[in-house]
C-alpha cells in the first residue's frame, strides 16, 4: 500500500497524533509520504499526484481538509480525514472513531462512502472574485463574524474562542437578504445566511435537522434574529433534542437546493468552514454543491458507511 499524509502543522493545538497515526498505519512493504503544508496555500501542490497512492490522508482542521478535499474533487483515492484541527466537525458528522489506532485501522479495511462537497463563490470590496470548497458549512454575516473574532484566540483557547467570540458579539449587525434556491426567490431579514454540507455541531447538536453529505443537495441556514441572545433558544433546543425530531429550532429558518444565491443589502464578513476571508466585507456569494466528488474512509460505525454486500442482497 502506497500512503500520502498531508498534514497543516499550525493547526489546532500542534499535536503530534498524525505521527503516531503513521506508525499505526504502515506496515510491511508499505511505503508512506509525508507532506507538511505551508502557512498559506499549497493544497493543489501537496495532492497533485494523488492517483499513485492507494490513500490520501488529509491533517488538519476542517478549513485544512475542506482545502485539500476540493482540490481532490473527482478523485478515486479515497481520503481518510485526520482529526488535527480545533473543532474537527467533519470527523464528527462522519461518525468516525477519532483514536489514531481505530483510523489506521479504517484505512486498512478500505471503507469509503462518496460524499458531496459545496463551492462558494464570493467577490470581494475591489471586485476581484474568489472560490473555494466547504465540507461543512459557508455563510455571510453573524457565523463569519464570529470565526474572525475567534481567530486570534485559537490556538491558545481551542472551541472556547468560539464562545468568547460570541459574547464579543451580542448586537449583530441585522440586514436584509435576497434569496435564490434552485430559483424559488425569498426575501428576508436576520444576521447571517450559511449554506451547509451537514449542520451537526460540537455534542452532536444538528442545527438542521437530517442533513446529510450525500444528499447531492445544500441546506441554507437563514438566522432571524436581532440579538445574539436570540441564538439561546434554539442552542437550548439543541441540547434537549440533539437530532431535532421533536423540538423546533427557533430563529433558524431552512431552505435548500443545490444552487444558491444570497444577496445582501450591506457588506458581511464570509467564512468558509472556520476560516474567515480577509477584507471588510461582500454583497453576497454564491454556492453550488458537487455531488460525489469525494471518497471518504469510514468505519462500521459511521452513518455513511455503505451496507454489506449480503444485506443489501437481502
Known amino acids: 500500500m502506497r500512503y500520502l499524509i498531508v498534514h497543516n502543522s499550525q493547526s489546532g493545538f500542534g499535536s503530534d497524533a498524525i505521527f503516531e497515526f503513521e506508525r499505526f498505519l504502515v506496515r510491511q512493504r508499505d511505503e508512506c509520504v509525508l507532506r507538511v503544508l505551508p502557512e498559506t496555500g499549497g493544497a493543489d501542490e501537496a495532492v497533485a499526484d494523488a492517483d499513485d497512492f492507494d490513500v490520501v490522508v488529509a491533517s488538519g482542521g476542517d478549513g485544512t481538509v475542506a482545502s485539500l478535499l476540493y482540490a481532490l474533487r473527482g478523485c478515486t483515492t479515497p481520503v481518510c480525514v485526520f482529526p488535527s484541527g480545533t473543532a474537527n466537525l467533519l470527523v464528527t458528522n462522519l461518525g468516525n472513531a477519532m483514536e489514531p489506532r481505530a483510523l489506521a485501522r479504517a484505512c486498512h479495511d478500505g471503507r469509503w462512502a462518496s460524499t458531496d462537497l459545496g463551492q462558494i463563490g464570493w467577490e470581494d470590496e475591489g471586485g476581484q472574485h474568489h472560490e473555494r470548497g466547504f465540507v461543512i458549512m459557508a455563510g455571510i454575516g453573524f457565523d463569519a463574524q464570529i470565526m474572525r473574532s475567534a481567530l486570534p484566540n485559537k490556538r491558545d483557547m481551542g472551541e472556547a474562542a468560539y464562545f468568547a467570540a460570541v459574547l464579543s458579539n451580542m ?19 436576520g444576521i447571517a445566511c450559511v449554506a451547509c454540507n451537514t449542520a451537526m455541531m460540537q455534542g452532536g447538536i444538528e442545527l438542521i435537522p437530517n442533513t446529510r453529505m450525500d444528499d447531492g443537495l445544500l441546506d441554507l441556514m437563514v438566522i432571524r434574529t436581532t440579538e445574539t441572545v436570540g ?13 431535532g425530531k421533536r423540538l423546533d429550532r427557533p430563529h433558524l429558518e ?3 437546493g443545490s444552487a444558491i444565491t444570497v ?29 460525489g466528488c469525494n471518497r471518504l474512509i469510514v468505519d462500521g460505525g459511521s452513518s455513511y458507511a455503505p451496507a454489506p454486500a449480503s444485506a443489501a442482497a437481502r
Request: one cysteine or more; proline letters at 9%.
Open 171 to 189: 448586537h449583530p449587525k441585522v440586514t436584509h437578504f435576497t434569496i435564490d434556491c434552485d430559483g424559488v426567490r425569498y426575501e428576508r431579514d
Open 254 to 256: 431552512h431552505l435548500c
Open 263 to 291: 444577496r445582501s443589502a450591506d457588506p458581511l464578513p464570509i467564512q468558509a468552514d472556520g476560516e474567515a476571508a480577509p477584507g471588510t466585507g461582500t454583497f453576497g456569494f454564491t454556492a453550488r454543491v458537487l455531488p
Open 231 to 243: 441564538l439561546i433558544r434554539p442552542m437550548f433546543a439543541g441540547l434537549l433534542d440533539r437530532a
